[in-house]
């Protein structure tokens, strides 16, 4: 191989990589297995040391959530039709042009947006994605982010920002979890070309000023860039009335499962204007009449600012899609219309405020931490009984319950404090064995 190449030893075939990130020693690999059986049979040892949501009372969301996912989107979603295809063109379409616009446009009266795009990868990615279109819009280079954002998110916004953007961070309220106004008003200038901020927040915070948010970006000549959880706009006035330009977010609330982390799909939401829609870099579908009178087809719109027409000349490249995961999110919303998506909500808002108000009760326990509204997440603070959170959660876990996630790394003034999920799928035992599980511990 390495004659192949034109390298004349190992170290020539790897000079590009740094020679600090190079391994020098011997790798502890175990001894090599004999024979296929013999590694089914260890990998199937590993998996069994899973424990799935089937088998413990799970209260952890933080992004990536357990809600009820109806029999008919794993049908349609396992069609051959949709789950074969990857990108192709109509003569192989198979009606799934369609189905993506009857997603997007669902989607579109859900966010009262015009515009929706095939999914991207992530809601991570959405989110980047929307703030390097509205650097392009502005013509600016920073993006002022709330502080109030999971690292990871942060992370990711950070790495698609480099190298010609600028991310600096905003601060939240310390009492009631809401975007800090003056710490924005201080910060946000001439070389803003966004505000990004989340309702409900990382920290399951509902921003009820978010207008103040918006305004204050738009007196910048600055865009308001809101993520928001799908799930909860049954109930939550859509951004774009509160002065977002941009809507962002992950799909995984409708009708997908958690499957270890996965799966995910991003939103990217606007208005029908020409300088939003030219930015888009991925792809959006409508609908147009054919040759034949009263027929319709679905097609891409504005194919040629995408990478697949452009190439290099593209916004950003565009390549594997969760499309899939579009179709299965369009089935959602169809099955449960205006009124289930109501429903869903107000079913969240009055379990997780039943589980917050009991939690409080407990000696120790402040619950939620924040005075803002909260939906269907909310900070514990174990702060008072002493007890660590890693302390906690590994008691629950004890009794076949996993807690809330442990704030304290990406938040060290949350130290001893644990964000708490709840959904629909949590029945009023299960929030009352959490509770006896925690006033047990703590105790």
Not at 48 to 68: D, P, Q, V, W
Not at 118 to 137: C, E, H, N, S, W
Not at 205 to 220: F, K, L, N, Q, R
Not at 253 to 275: K, V
């Amino acid at each position: 191989m390495l004659r192949e190449v034109g390298a004349e030893s190992e170290e020539d075939f790897y000079e590009d990589i740094p020679a600090a990130l190079r391994f020098r020693g011997q790798l502890d690999l175990p001894d090599s297995l004999p024979s296929e059986h013999a590694l089914r049979r260890h990998v199937a040892g590993l998996l069994s040391k899973n424990r799935s949501t089937t088998e413990i009372l799970n209260f952890l969301g933080a992004g990536c959530y357990e809600h009820m996912v109806p029999a008919v989107c794993d049908e349609i979603n396992s069609r051959g039709e949709f789950l074969t295809a990857y990108a192709g063109e109509p003569y192989d379409d198979h009606g799934r042009f369609q189905a993506l616009f009857e997603y997007a446009s669902l989607m579109g009266e859900l966010l009262d947006m015009d515009v929706v795009n095939v999914p991207t990868y992530d809601g991570f990615q959405a989110t980047a994605t929307a703030l390097r279109m509205a650097a392009r819009i502005t013509g600016r280079s920073e993006l002022l982010v709330s502080r109030a954002v999971s690292a990871d998110k942060l992370s990711k916004i950070r790495d698609y920002a480099k190298p010609r953007l600028t991310v600096k961070t905003f601060d939240y309220d310390a009492s009631t979890g809401e975007p800090d106004l003056s710490s924005l008003e201080s910060q946000v200038g001439r070389e803003t070309a966004a505000v990004y901020f989340e309702n409900p927040s990382y920290l399951g915070v509902i921003a009820t000023h978010g207008p103040a948010v918006s305004d204050c970006a738009h007196e910048a000549g600055a865009l308001s860039v809101v993520g928001v959880d799908p799930s909860t706009l049954g109930v939550l006035t859509p951004p774009v009335d509160y002065g977002a330009d941009l809507v962002v977010g992950d799909l995984q609330p409708l009708g997908m499962h958690m499957q270890f982390g996965g799966g995910h799909a991003g939103f990217i939401a606007s208005r029908d204007e020409p300088r939003f829609v030219m930015e888009y870099p991925s792809r959006l579908f409508g609908i147009t009449s054919t040759s034949v009178d009263g027929e319709y087809g679905f097609g891409d719109v504005a194919y040629d600012r995408t990478s697949f027409a452009r190439r290099e000349q593209g916004k950003e490249w565009v390549g594997t899609a969760a499309a899939l995961w579009g179709i299965t999110a369009g089935a959602y919303l169809a099955l449960l219309g205006p009124e289930g998506m109501r429903d869903l909500g107000e079913s969240m808002m009055i379990r997780s405020h039943y589980a917050a108000r009991r939690l409080s009760r407990i000696p120790g326990v402040r619950a939620p931490r924040f005075r803002g509204s909260f939906f269907h997440e909310f900070v514990v603070d174990y702060r008072r009984t002493g007890k660590t959170i890693a302390t906690v959660n590994r008691a629950l876990l004890r009794r076949g319950i996993l807690g809330g996630k442990d704030l304290s790394r990406e938040f060290p003034e949350l130290k001893g404090c644990a964000l708490y999920c709840i959904t629909e799928v949590h029945a009023q035992e299960d929030m009352d064995r959490l509770v006896d599980a925690v006033r047990e511990v703590v105790a």
